[in-house]
């Protein structure tokens, strides 16, 4: 499922969306909600190959950004804003 980026209602059940960044790690090709990722004092730890990411860290990139509903559970991909391509 897709919705827009002004999108804050889940389209399923109109609860509330909580959003989330999905991150690439570049050095192990994984590429997952941020929320995968365990998050330290200053960075996080990739949850496939446990290296730590720096804040800022080159190696890893944000892709997109993705919607879940905490209500039922739904997960969506969070297209661009309408203008950017
Ligand atoms: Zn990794
Ligand atoms: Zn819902």
Same mark, same amino acid.
């Given at each position: 499922?897709?919705?827009?980026?002004?999108?804050? =209602? #889940?389209?399923?059940? @109109?609860? $509330?969306?909580?959003?989330? $960044?999905?991150?690439?790690?570049?050095?192990?090709?994984?590429?997952?909600? +941020?929320?995968?990722?365990?998050?330290?004092?200053?960075?996080?730890? #990739?949850?496939?190959? @446990? @290296?730590?990411?720096?804040?800022?860290?080159?190696?890893?990139?944000?892709?997109?950004? +993705?919607? @879940? #509903?905490?209500?039922?559970?739904?997960? =969506?991909?969070? +297209?661009?804003?309408?203008? +950017?391509?």
């Amino acid at each position: 499922m897709q919705i827009s980026a002004d999108e804050t =209602m #889940c389209p399923v059940c @109109r609860n $509330r969306l909580a959003f989330d $960044r999905i991150l690439h790690h570049m050095i192990c090709a994984y590429v997952g909600p +941020s929320s995968d990722f365990t998050e330290t004092g200053n960075g996080y730890v #990739c949850p496939k190959c @446990r @290296r730590s990411i720096a804040s800022g860290d080159p190696a890893c990139e944000e892709v997109g950004t +993705s919607a @879940r #509903c905490s209500a039922c559970g739904q997960e =969506m991909v969070v +297209s661009p804003a309408a203008g +950017s391509i």
